[in-house]
T-cell receptor, first 117, second 113 residues
Framework: DAGVIQSPRHEVTEMGQEVTLRCKPI?????LFWYRQTMMRGLELLIY????????DSGMPEDRFSAKMPNASFSTLKIQPSEPRDSAVYFC???????????????FGQGTRLTVV | KNQVEQSPQSLIILEGKNCTLQ??????????LRWYKQDTGRGPVSLTI?????NTKSNGRYTATLDADTKQSSLHITASQLSDSASYIC????????????FGQGTTLQVKP
């Protein structure tokens, strides 16, 4: 398996524009996570899905953020409208089993570096 | 409050030397503790996962220890290499099949020749 695949790797957009980040999890994994990483706050969980269903979106900062998982092999994170403070690296991760399960390893993608100017 | 604190924030060592990174947590109820390595510009990669009953786990030159009583963990790197330069993140999860991983801020390690 090629691992978790994210696209694009880099995105530069103007404030107010819509941004869509994409993720393909590892085949067979039933959990998918979206994280945001900044220097100030480190890694933060935004939302996670179990079997394509959103379980916890309490980390989504505002209504401008939305995430979908239409099938087991694809998820999107959308920001509309984008703002400069959304600039960060966004990671997608997948795992077989939830974080609380014993010895469940989460595999991260390479991330999307988003810059909003 | 569920927190994970790491120290030091950054560390510089010479190639070939050993080092130890620390992690203290207040997460409860505890399920497991993970150490991740994150190279610049890449996603985190798991080094070790330890449950409550495990005191030590090794992955090559990396050895993690866990003291569940004092809620402390350490990551020891032996005979460091230039490729060990990265951020090392301690992550703790709570019991129950949830998606909540609680991340430390990481220790940035720089190995110099």
């Amino acid at each position: 398996d090629a691992g978790v695949i994210q696209s694009p790797r880099h995105e530069v957009t103007e404030m107010g524009q819509e941004v869509t980040l994409r993720c393909k999890p590892i085949s067979g994994h039933d959990y998918l996570f979206w994280y945001r990483q900044t220097m100030m706050r480190g890694l933060e969980l935004l939302i996670y899905f179990n079997n394509n269903v959103p379980i916890d979106d309490s980390g989504m900062p505002e209504d401008r953020f939305s995430a979908k998982m239409p099938n087991a092999s694809f998820s999107t994170l959308k920001i509309q409208p984008s703002e400069p403070r959304d600039s960060a690296v966004y990671f997608c991760a997948s795992s077989l089993g939830g974080a609380g399960a014993q010895n469940t390893e989460a595999f991260f993608g390479q991330g999307t570096r988003l810059t909003v100017v | 409050k569920n927190q994970v604190e790491q120290s030091p924030q950054s560390l510089i060592i010479l190639e070939g030397k050993n080092c130890t990174l620390q992690c203290n947590y207040t997460v409860s109820p505890f399920s497991n503790l993970r150490w991740y390595k994150q190279d610049t510009g890449r996603g985190p990669v798991s080094l070790t996962i330890m449950t409550f009953s495990e005191n030590t786990k090794s992955n090559g030159r990396y050895t993690a220890t866990l003291d569940a009583d004092t809620k402390q963990s350490s990551l020891h790197i032996t005979a460091s290499q230039l490729s060990d330069s990265a951020s090392y993140i301690c992550v703790v999860s709570r019991s129950g099949n949830t998606g909540k991983l609680i991340f430390g801020q990481g220790t940035t390690l720089q190995v110099k020749p």
